[in-house]
């Protein structure tokens, strides 16, 4: 099946840029998305990426792909406060179904 | 339009007891699911739906039963609670054909402890 890798923590200055990477194995998942989860909350859709598509910028948020690699990242410009949180990659494997990776907590400090 | 809700938001299970954990949405999506959350492991499928009447096992299903009798309503059965199954249990719908594929929405999470 699906392995979906990320980085556990990563900690960042408020006004800094982050980025969060994921590697995939499925090499046919079509959408990859990027969830955040606040503390105590859901899991909220923060962006996604068409497989056929290297890049997608979404104001404050870069995403992107290198599916020669299966490597999708997501960069976080300006980071703030507000952003802390952990940050799920989700491709899809098969239709309708996700696959979610551990997740990457972001902590920005002010 | 409320999205997807789930009940309880919190409980705590002493071991061998059961409970059914209650999921709704009001979005008219087609397939629903069962998710844990576990510490450094990310979310985990226990079992999804691909319309009313229908269900099928995800990743960790063994100690789980559902049953979606209802469009709107999936539910998650614990038989028989045990300390594993100390968890955040997550659900989440998708799919219809207005909207983006693939996309799930989530409920707010049931916080399960068992002793």
Known sequence: GEDVEQSLFLSVREGDSSVIN?????SSSTYLYWYKQE???GLQLLTYIFSNMDMKQDQ???VLLNKKDKHLSLRIADTQTGDSAIYFCAPNTGFQKLVFGTGTRLLVSP | NAGVTQTPKFRVLKTGQSMTLLCAQDMNH????WYRQDPGMGLRLIHYSVGEGTTAKGEVPDGYNVSRLKKQNFLLGLESAAPSQTSVYFCASSYSFDRN?????FGPGTRLTVT
């Open chain 1, 60 to 62: 404050r948020l870069t």
């Open chain 1, 22 to 26: 994921c590697t995939y194995t499925d």
């Open chain 1, 39 to 41: 503390p105590g909350a």
């Open chain 2, 30 to 33: 087609e397939y629903m699911y």
């Open chain 2, 101 to 105: 594929p693939y996309e799930q929405y």
